[in-house]
């Protein structure tokens, strides 16, 4: 059974800090990883999809990392903003459906000014 | 683009009561999927529609059904609802067809359900 950790559970950080979000899945044969933001009492925003060949993806100052071996991925966001506040959730689907998303309980991240 | 739209954003219903969600997939996209989220949890998956029927179905009672309309879009359905049916209700659309790889998955903005 595919289970999905994400630590920490809060964050709170100064405005211009690096900072590094963990993600962990039990079950290494998946399809690919995907990384969302989520503001309070909204949806979900794509922000990076790994697939299983690849090792990590870059978009703006996001860079999100997959070691399918050790079940790990990282979430890596450069020089923070306020404007990054919010909780942000990795997903990874079942090998054996063809869309069913297991997510983490995702990290609450606060950028302080 | 659009994007993915649900409708209505919010809704306030008694216990025993029956309600319908909405959701329009992403222009192009042929399968939606329905998450349940409550509140500091992630996303817990309800069931998935491809070519107007249930591909797949989380661990949800009966009381939740729902439907795919030849356009792709979709409606969530709640029967007899409970307290701890309030939550938030999320879409999400993606084009897999039958294939059984996956692709990036796209969400609406939720609808949030409040039963009193």
């Known amino acids: 059974k595919q289970e999905v950790t994400q630590i920490p559970a809060a964050l709170s950080v100064p405005e211009g800090e690096n900072l590094v979000l963990n993600c962990s899945f039990t079950?290494?044969?998946?399809?690919?990883l995907q990384w969302f933001r989520q503001d309070p009492g909204k949806g979900l925003t794509s922000l990076l999809l790994?697939?299983?060949?690849?090792r990590e993806q870059t978009s703006g100052r996001l860079n999100a990392s997959l070691d399918k071996s050790s079940g790990r991925s990282t979430l890596y966001i450069a020089a923070s903003q306020p404007g990054d506040s919010a909780t942000y959730l990795c997903a990874v689907p079942r090998m054996d459906s063809s869309y069913k998303l297991i997510f983490g309980s995702g990290t609450r991240l606060l950028v302080r000014p | 683009d659009a994007g993915v739209t649900q409708s209505p954003t919010h809704l306030i219903k008694t216990r025993g009561q029956q309600v319908t969600l909405r959701c329009s997939p992403k222009?192009?996209?042929?399968?939606v999927s329905w998450y349940q989220q409550a509140l500091g949890q992630g996303p817990q998956f309800i069931f998935q529609?491809?070519?107007?029927?249930?591909?797949q179905r989380g661990n949800f009672p009966d009381r939740f059904s729902g439907h795919q309309f030849p356009n792709y879009s979709s409606e969530l359905n709640v029967n007899a609802l409970l307290l701890g049916d309030s939550a938030l209700y999320l879409c999400?659309?993606?084009?897999?067809?039958?294939?059984?790889?996956?692709?990036?998955?796209?969400f609406g903005q939720g609808t949030r359900l409040t039963v009193v």
């Open positions: 079950d290494s044969a998946i399809y690919n």
């Open positions: 999400a659309s993606s084009l897999v067809g039958a294939r059984r790889s996956n692709t990036e998955a796209f």
């Open positions: 790994i697939q299983s060949s690849q």
């Open positions: 529609y491809y070519e107007e029927e249930e591909r």
């Open positions: 222009s192009g996209h042929d399968t």
